[in-house]
């Protein structure tokens, strides 16, 4: 069963802009992760965040966590269109297996 | 994808007939991972390895076994192919498990059972 849940489906946005892209979960968890994906190649990861913790970067991400709402977001400024791809995340539920949500379409518009 | 290999990278095979994918990685990674990817359900864990000779079952384990006779092999078969199983696979491997878990990700195998 999916624990992550990612929200929207799907995003459009023009080149420059924020993307904001949200995921919410069902159980207590170690650790969030996010993860991309670009059409027709594996998943490649770009953040974790633990649950003590309740925001990090990474370069352009932000990522933040509240595990009193299960809900985590991941924040992507000054998108380029080379970030148009799917977004994912996935949790750890201290069984040392990920659980993946079905993802994020996001497309940036040049 | 570096030092993570699958193949083959793509595969048309009849319904009935026994299909073997190999993902083979160069990291030394202890914790191996096979997932389906298929439009509107995301990735799902099928087996996953801790180490040489020992797996577990994942979230859609029917229908396929494993097997891993070395470190830097894993095999998932499809016994008898069916057209459900027609999909995308990935591979993945990570050092760790739980807290701090990171997973790297092969290119992936597109397998299609007519």
């Known amino acids: 069963s999916q624990q992550g849940e990612e929200d929207p489906q799907a995003l459009s946005i023009q080149e420059g802009e924020n993307a904001t892209m949200n995921c919410s979960y069902k159980t207590s968890i170690n650790n969030l992760q996010w993860y991309r994906q670009n059409s027709g190649r594996g998943l490649v990861h770009l953040i974790l965040?633990?649950?003590?913790?309740r925001e990090k970067h990474s370069g352009r991400l932000r990522v933040t966590l509240d595990t009193s709402k299960k809900s985590s977001s991941l924040l992507i400024t000054a998108s380029r269109a080379a970030d148009t791809a799917s977004y994912f995340c996935a949790t750890d539920e201290h069984n040392s297996k990920l659980t993946f949500g079905k993802g994020i379409t996001l497309s940036v518009r040049p | 994808d570096a030092g993570i290999t699958q193949s083959p990278r793509h595969k048309v095979t009849e319904t009935g007939t026994p299909v073997t994918l190999r993902c083979h990685q160069t990291?030394?990674?202890?914790?191996m991972y096979w997932y389906r990817q298929d439009p509107g359900h995301g990735l799902r864990l099928i087996h996953y390895?801790?180490?040489?000779?020992?797996?577990d079952k994942g979230e859609v384990s029917d229908g396929y076994s494993v097997s891993r006779s070395k470190t830097e092999d894993f095999l998932l078969t499809l016994e008898s192919a069916t057209s459900s199983q027609t999909s995308v696979y990935f591979c993945a491997i990570s050092e760790l498990a739980g807290v701090g878990d990171t997973q790297y990700f092969g290119p992936g195998t597109r397998l299609t059972v007519l």
């Open positions: 965040i633990r649950s003590n913790e």
């Open positions: 990291e030394n990674h202890r914790y």
């Open positions: 390895s801790y180490g040489v000779k020992d797996t």
